[in-house]
């Protein structure tokens, strides 16, 4: 149980695109997704929390206009990288919650590797 | 005082030794703990989690709790070279429902 799918897995694509990525918990419902991002051989970066019919919170110095994240019901999530360059490249994770409380675990999406040539 | 602090490490130890991964954390309300592996150029995986005071156990994996102490850990008994990875210490806080996660201590297991 407890199995959360993202896609794409990878995408590479030129600068300027917009790329939109995924994330479905598939056997339980989640009010509350996770969007982190990781570059190479450092921590886990949270980005933003997405709140299910309402706005995402944003980190500190997350651009909310740039990362576009929809939580449309509560099984998805999507985020947006508006206008992609070179600088967005990196391992994108998403992550969600079971709907049965705050003491249940965090489970993560395999990961998007967005590449920006 | 960072909210969840882990040594980075790396943490090496033989194959067939025990390893033992530590993580402190800073919000004395904290009440449900995760470790997370995650290998490389992958995402984090649930391998544990623990809620009261005292040791629960799950296979080659134990966890320890010790509230009073604010301190968690993770025995590997039996390490395998497989088990080299990052682990990752995450904390709920009372309040809200997002974990904090401890930057990751890396456990290298040579055979």
């Known amino acids: 149980g407890a199995v959360v799918s993202q896609h794409p897995s990878r995408v590479i694509c030129k600068s300027g695109t917009s790329v939109k990525i995924e994330c479905r918990s598939l056997?339980?419902?989640?009010?509350?997704m996770f969007w982190y991002r990781q570059f190479p051989k450092q921590s886990l970066m949270l980005m933003a929390t997405?709140?299910?019919?309402?706005?995402?919170?944003?980190e500190q110095g997350v651009e909310k206009d740039k990362f576009l994240i929809n939580h449309a019901s509560l099984t998805l999530s999507t985020l947006t990288v508006t206008s992609a360059h070179p600088e967005d490249s990196s391992f994108y994770i998403c992550?969600?919650?079971?709907?049965?409380?705050?003491?249940?675990?965090?489970?993560f999406g395999d990961g998007t590797r967005l590449s920006i040539l | 005082q960072k909210e969840v602090e882990q040594n980075s490490g790396p943490l090496s130890v033989p194959e067939g030794a025990i390893a033992s991964l530590n993580c402190t954390y800073s919000?004395?309300?904290?009440?449900?703990f995760f470790w997370y592996r995650q290998y490389s150029g992958k995402s984090p995986e649930l391998i544990m989690s623990?809620?009261?005071?005292g040791d629960k156990e799950d296979g080659r994996f134990t966890a320890q709790l010790n509230k009073a102490s604010q301190y968690v850990s993770l025995l590997i008994r039996d390490s395998q070279p497989s088990d080299s990875a990052t682990y990752l210490c995450?904390?709920?806080?009372?309040?809200?429902?997002?974990?904090?996660f401890g930057g990751g201590t890396r456990l290298m297991v040579k055979p």
């Open positions: 992550s969600a919650r079971d709907l049965g409380g705050y003491n249940q675990p965090q489970h």
């Open positions: 056997d339980f419902q989640a009010t509350t």
């Open positions: 997405s709140n299910e019919g309402s706005k995402a919170t944003y």
């Open positions: 919000d004395r309300v904290s009440q449900s």
């Open positions: 623990i809620y009261s005071n």
């Open positions: 995450a904390v709920n806080r009372a309040a809200g429902n997002m974990l904090t």
